[in-house]
């Protein structure tokens, strides 16, 4: 079957690059634009683009000519590593244009008809785009987003204790250098060195996660945030990729740590999810070693797709329990995550003339 | 005037070596005596000590014999650096032997005769040493320890807090290298990465900050500890020096940001802590820059003997405030903290037959 | 076809667990001994070992009981990642006991009758072991090397100008971490740092490149090595894997760039070697951008087993050309190329009544 | 005495924060002016300045407003931190205007009438300024550049051993993050990796030690270069400070080790230049330890301003010996050189108008 062309926005930087490596070889998707800037714009990709990752751009990729972002996209699937204020303007434009903008921008993300999704959590609230074309006049065009890369860890430990009723919960990062883009952080910033800062991040880990564990309406056409008492704490640390969240949470039904493990071993993805490309075997891993997890050594679980939990604890300062969690913060907590949300738009048909049938 | 003779036990290690480099040029004291485990006595200290310091150990100190651990000490004053399970025997030996013991070691920070002394906090609770020299039927000798280097920066920003009562608190640490000794950590282990775990730190980040900013009772015979809801999560990164500690901390008395602020920059350590060497002219540094304090940047602030305070802010977990604190933990944390506790012996009389008049 | 059996000595250490990972799915040996020293003999290898890569040991692994050394081994194959003084008693004695030692340790390397094997460079070094097992009256066993980690970069880019003359070679190398093993070096000795001395580095970078660029003698006893005035200057830099090494050489033929370039481009390894499982596509890959062979980012090239060579230009102290040359320390540069050694063996029938038919 | 005004051209970068560093508190200087790009230019120091440095800028500094470039300069002496291009047309127009400009760009190093001023090397270099006022009629201005931060500690090495002749030379350095400026180099780029490559470093190296180690003519019109077959090869290593070469050369004289040694222990500036302000007590150190030097623990040696050689050995493929050499970076091979060419100057009468005895 052939596979379904996908733009990417933003495709020379950091994210966008994650994004064309994971796409190499996907069962589904084929890099067919690429777009950035007006540096870049007009060159091949092989040319503007300072190559981040291991070894080098896939050859099929590295011969295209980027396009300058004011330009239509032919792609009926988009995906979008814009920095936020683009993303303002050019990804409302494109759905509205037809296109299915998969966006890991956190421009949108709080927008009370886009999908802030997770979809081994929240596969639901894809539901939301009908209620978004209705509002926006958009007929085949859709506009999803993924969280931010902190927030993801999280919300995917926090999910299966919903069941126990979480009610405050305190977060205190410690985040890879990757999540700053390129060039980003400067090694004389970082190098022997902790960043008690990530501007910007600290809000969206405050409500974010609150949205992804929130629950459709009955009439599908918002969400209803879990309440939360959130806060967080963020910092920048010299490791190249994953973040690791320290969370402490306070869970009203009070269970025992056997049974938040239990929670944890047992969650899967609802059935509709499970066997997408990128869906990992487990979702959330529960680690017992003392010492993990680890961002070096645990980054890739999963294909870097799971999120690795570990050190269940009960907590006195919170009056609950604590724990740690990670998950790699360009592949499911960016890119990864973004392919998955497509890939879950494309099975529900929500990619208007192209079926599942026809690629897989 | 002469200066005091000290010895160094546990010499040749980490925190060994930053004794040995912060009392060169010490206007009070002067290194007499090395002593390490059979492995390096007999040796000099140039030819066992394999230095992790910049530089090269001080000429007069590479010069001398390191002595066994089980042989008596000559100097009155004693540094000791060595690790808990030596500890256990030698401290209270050299003690009842008449020497005067500040240890860095944990075993005997909690036992209930003697003081875990952070002179800008606690100078009182020196007072049990009487108590101690009581109960152990220990003539001038004493046993004095400090803090471990997590539980000091997170109880000196506690301390002004006193006043608006604080509940409930919760420290998330990010601790350099160096807080594990030589050889310590293998750098296959935590480059590119972070250990989510230090063995039995947490245990003492719930217990150390309470007795440090508890009272002396009245009849000076025991220490009140602060009630305080502590739970902490210890991280490993790869930094050299200085600990960072996220802390978000309930305050009964619901102060403002302003009163918390305030409260910082108006701490002062009591008269007869003011004017010894070692004891840096602010405590306590409050920066209202956004992204300090920063291991690297602000560890030598006030020497390496001031702990530096900022970001502060709401959170709602706690339904309190949260701020980062950071202290250099072989200076402050460590040797140089230990070496402030002896000042403060001797000026207050308990170097027995060594008065403060001798070497002011 | 079945697998050949095969046995790991030394299997807890860094290199041991390499070999445990690259053997993991190898299409012809499987994992069935491990044996490491009496403080891990008689546990699980998943209890005894502080695995350093990232993940886990694979589970049939983990399961396996570690032999203490001294105890004969079943494997008709056996892999050496012992450190030099272990190697010396044991690995003869297996050789003599009729197994075949494909040796990462450096005792045997420059004895007359061990092969120093780099089979895209010497295959036909093998043959030495007719004589090996008739000097040493071995009837099935053998033992043969391969080089220093160090060495191994230097000579696979020197190879494939043998046809040039190479009279005078000066080498620089920056070496990772991993290559001291683990624990290895203190991240407070690294972080931050160079330590310009390895310990017995620089003479295996004079002799081993000469003996593997050497010619067998025609009656097939003994190697005569290539006359090359070689000198050698060995740094350990914060890098977790990968060797980087300045090569400056003097060719006599005075090739030009073009030649030089053109000569790496088309090296092949001879036909017999070619088609080895763990055999790269190709051995050399030159690569023309400006800032590239880098540790990080070419490591993994040709799954880790070719050798990146890049800025080549004129060298006007030494009188001839420079270049970098990078190549995986741990997978080329030792159990990577310690089992491409084996695959050799086993094809070219020097592992007696196992016949590569048997497998293949 | 009253201190002499100076201005510090590119007072934000890197280099122009060590400028302002080293000279707090410096015994003749006081910075007065602060001149930058228009970016910073209208703001105060405090305000533009990202200081990379540990704590905080001085605040009599932070105070100043930042001038733009193109303005005059009241300031008799001027450092220059300027990139290449600005310094092309902004360092003579200062001179011509009767400033003397001390520079730490390359854009005038190899002009024939512009001193590359090493003082312990070529001290009498700085006669070439009478010619330079001469070709250029300037009056009381002049221009009097440092080397490349590389160049610097293998010229200071090297310049010892011009009695044993020196012919061939080779280096290949290992070289710190702050030489790349702020932010310079991205920690995506250079955190466990190592870039073999530094735009435009490798054609300084060959040039540059020729002209500091080379002679001045009879008449003091120009320098005569020593002849030098020198080559070379620079690599970014994860390191904050200080740069590591690694030297091989060629000595005609054959000197043993011994008389290299002695050369290097018994070396001193000349006499004019031993008591300046900034003149490190040893300008080169010879350590006989196996391991060093090392550039965190060594760069501070001489308050940054000495050089330190170690593993001083044969070198057979250069057919010479090999050793490696350190300096501080940012200090000795750029601020700091810069500031001890200045005190040359003042002292040597060639800032009009100020004598060395108004200040000393």
Known sequence: MAKIDVAILGATGAVGQRFIALLQ????????????????????????????????????????????LDQPIAAPL????LPGQAAHEIEPRLAA????VCSNASTYRMAHDVPLLLPEVNADHIRLIDQQRNNRDWKSGALVTNSNCTSMPATMALAPLRQFEPTHVHMVSMQAISGAGYPGVAALDIVDNVIPYISGEEEKLIVEPAKM????????SSIRALPLSASASCNRVPVLDAHLVSVAVRLAARPTMDQIQMAWETFQAPPNVR??????AKPVIYTSLPDRPQPRRDRYVGKGMSTVVGRLRPCAAIDGVQFVALAHNTIRGAAGGSILNAELLLQE????????????
């Open 275 to 280: 066997n997408l490309p990128s869906t990992p």
């Open 349 to 360: 048909g929500y990619l208007d003339g192209v079926q599942r049938a026809d690629v897989g």
């Open 25 to 68: 070889d996907h069962p589904w998707f084929r890099v067919a634009e690429v777009a950035a800037s007006v540096r870049s714009a007009g060159k091949t990709y092989g040319e503007a683009c300072n190559w981040v990752l291991d070894g080098h751009p896939p050859p099929e990729v590295a011969a295209l000519t980027i396009k300058p």
């Open 97 to 100: 244009s037809g296109r299915v």
């Open 213 to 220: 564990l929130g629950t459709l309406t009955e009439d599908a």
């Open 78 to 81: 988009v995906f979008s590593a």
